[in-house]
T-cell receptor, first 115, second 113 residues
């Protein structure tokens, strides 16, 4: 059973370009979470999605950032018109359900560098 | 607003020592608390998950305790090894905020051979 997959592992963009980060949850998991780890900072929650629904986006910046988790295919975190401050590691996690007994399984992360 | 703090920020010990990592949180209304390990440039590996009704969990040389009333958790590592060198993260899941985890800043552990 493969773990959480994220791609690309490393992404370089110039200011103003778009970044698309993909996350494939573990098989059987329908809950996806995105977190961001800025340099020298801890992990911060961004958004929580179930299939086709955004459940909690309280950690998402109001502009330029969006996320989706379609019925088929991976979850996508999209950053439009990237700026240098978007440079960070973006982690995706998945769980089978929202239960207090369920751990979240993390992917290896996508490291975004904005030039 | 929940805040999670980990002390110390960094710790260096000789191989074989027993050590304790500390985590404190400001809001005791949590569903659970997890300890993770993060290796440089890598993702997070879950080590232990303690439910709000539990006092401790053990896995091998690791033991995590939880005192909800005082807002504290400790991760005890017995007989440390160089392979334990990593950053250890504590995260709490709030009871009223869906599934999101709130992380501490982490403790960077270095075990010297």
């Amino acid at each position: 059973n493969a773990g959480v997959m994220q791609n690309p592992r490393h992404l370089v963009r110039r200011r103003g370009q778009e970044a698309r980060l993909r996350c494939s949850p573990m098989k059987g998991h329908s809950h996806v979470y995105w977190y961001r780890q800025l340099p020298e900072e801890g992990l911060k929650f961004m958004v929580y999605l179930q299939k086709e629904n955004i459940i909690d986006e309280s950690g998402m910046p109001k502009e330029r950032f969006s996320a989706e988790f379609p019925k088929e295919g991976p979850s996508i975190l999209r950053i439009q018109q990237v700026v240098r401050g978007d440079s960070a590691a973006y982690f995706c996690a998945s769980s089978p359900r929202q239960s207090s007994t369920d751990t979240q399984y993390f992917g290896p992360g996508t490291r975004l560098t904005v030039l | 607003k929940q805040e999670v703090t980990q002390i110390p920020a960094a710790l260096s010990v000789p191989e074989g020592e027993n050590l304790v990592l500390n985590c404190s949180f400001t809001d005791s209304a949590i569903y659970n608390l997890q300890w993770f390990r993060q290796d440089p440039g890598k993702g997070l590996t879950s080590l232990l998950l303690i439910q709000s009704s539990q006092r401790e969990q053990t896995s091998g040389r690791l033991n995590a305790s939880l005192d909800k009333s005082s807002g504290r958790s400790t991760l005890y590592i017995a007989a440390s090894q160089p392979g334990d060198s990593a950053t250890y993260l504590c995260a709490v899941r709030q009871g009223n905020q869906g599934g999101k985890l709130i992380f501490g800043q982490g403790t960077e552990l270095s075990v010297k051979p």
